[in-house]
Nanobody, 116 residues
Framework: QVQLVESGGGLVQPGGSLRLSCAASGFFFSSYAMTWYRQAPGKEREMVADITSGRGSTKYADSVKGRFTISRDNAKSTVDLQMNSLKPEDTAVYYC?????????WGQGTQVTVSS
């Protein structure tokens, strides 16, 4: 069974940093792209960052470019999201996602709150 478990969220002040981690199991992790999404109250879920399999090419939402970095460790089957220079607008539940055999899989999410 595909399982994704996010961790690392919390409360930080504007300008602070957090590192989120997603632990994956139940599939051949290194062969699949991984994506971080987030959803704020009253808003649609949005893609934040994506990393491909293989060499690990990355893509980012315009709102986080230059501040967030996605990375993966295929030996550990984890994908991380380093978040720097956090803004209140980054407050959301962050979810780890993969598309496996034409099916989307999601973790439970981890809350990130950016507030003074």
């Amino acid at each position: 069974q595909v399982q994704l478990v996010e961790s690392g969220g919390g409360l930080v002040q504007p300008g602070g940093s957090l590192r989120l981690s997603c632990a994956a199991s139940g599939f051949f992790f290194s062969s699949y792209a991984m994506t971080w999404y987030r959803q704020a109250p009253g808003k649609e879920r949005e893609m934040v960052a994506d990393i491909t399999s293989g060499r690990g090419s990355t893509k980012y939402a315009d709102s986080v470019k230059g501040r967030f970095t996605i990375s993966r460790d295929n030996a550990k089957s984890t994908v991380d999201l380093q978040m720097n220079s956090l803004k209140p607008e980054d407050t959301a539940v962050y979810y780890c996602n993969t598309k496996y055999l034409w099916t989307d899989y999601w973790g439970q999410g981890t809350q990130v709150t950016v507030s003074s």
